[in-house]
């Protein structure tokens, strides 16, 4: 049975499976991805193959790599990533690993994994977040993945929700959802409280009050970004996957009670569905694999 490599290359982590052609996940590991100014990641997400080809116990021909930014038509390498991963921009991944591999943008890999094996497969048309290091996106037409111009579609994080904040996305957007969210300004954001979203969660569950308005900012601003979606493509569904959702409960109920505020629904129309991904922080990975195979 033909089995695949599928890695998520994240600004904090490296997450990688195994895939057979049903599939199933014969196999999972996860690692730091030491995101360093020298392009230390490479080392890491070399060692993670060789983890990966370790534990198969057949000889593997295929790896699929999804990661932020943008990848070229051939999907050979990225062509676009400000700001993080140096060393990604035109690396060419099939010269690395001595081996068939394809790259896809992060998150265009988890809606592909979700249309094809999770909760997105009774569906055609819908969009997709990742709420991780960042805030990417997707969207399914028709039941097929729609890149747009030069692959950038879906770039949901760098909606503008304020514009008159004055730090500016790594796309350069003022107040974008990819700020008010990320995990990558956690920091920043909470005047130095807090170090994560997990911490933030924690706190707010733990009734802290600066965590619970810094949350539910988050949250409201998450749904505004929904809500703007739904008034302009209309989608059937919005799955939302990454490390984020992780959260529950104290990220879908509240994003819902601001739903039921902002979202436009005319003569009691039904409302737009939210479902988090199946895959969660795995989607990534499952989407690479999926997409490398629809290659050959």
Not at 94 to 122: C, P, W, Y
Not at 138 to 160: D, K, R, S, V
């Amino acid at each position: 049975m033909k089995i695949s490599i599928g890695i998520d290359l994240g600004g904090m982590n490296i997450k990688g499976i195994l895939l057979n052609e049903n599939g199933e996940i014969l196999f999972d590991h996860n690692m730091p991805t030491n995101d360093g100014p020298g392009g230390e990641w490479k080392e890491n997400i070399l060692a993670m193959v060789r983890y990966l080809e370790s534990a198969c116990a057949q000889q593997v021909e295929l790896i699929g790599i999804s990661c932020p930014g943008i990848a070229n038509e051939s999907n050979t390498c990225i062509t676009h990533m400000p700001g993080r991963l140096a060393g990604l921009e035109h690396f060419i991944w099939e010269d690395f690993f001595g081996k068939k591999t394809f790259v896809i943008n992060d998150a265009h890999a988890a809606i592909m994994a979700e249309s094809r094996l999770g909760v997105l497969q009774a569906y055609k048309n819908a969009v997709l977040l990742t709420l991780g290091t960042g805030v990417g996106g997707a969207i399914l037409i028709n039941g097929e993945l729609y890149q747009g111009l030069n692959q950038m579609a879906g770039h949901f994080g760098h909606t503008t929700l304020n514009v008159s904040d004055s730090e500016p996305s790594i796309l350069g957007m003022p107040g974008s959802l990819e700020f008010a969210l990320g995990n990558y300004s956690v920091k920043r954001r909470s005047a130095g409280r807090f170090e994560s979203t997990l911490e933030i969660v924690n706190a707010y569950l733990g009734n802290d009050k600066f965590a619970t308005w810094l949350w539910l900012d988050s949250v409201r601003k998450l749904a505004l970004a929904i809500a703007s979606l739904a008034n302009s493509l209309s989608p059937e569904i919005v799955v939302l996957a990454g490390g984020i959702t992780k959260a529950g409960d104290a990220l879908f109920k509240p994003l819902q009670e601001f739903m039921d505020v902002y979202e436009f629904r005319p003569d009691n129309n039904k409302k737009t569905v939210i479902k988090q991904a199946r895959f969660s922080d795995l989607s990534g990975a499952i989407g690479a694999a999926v997409f490398a195979n629809s290659k050959i």
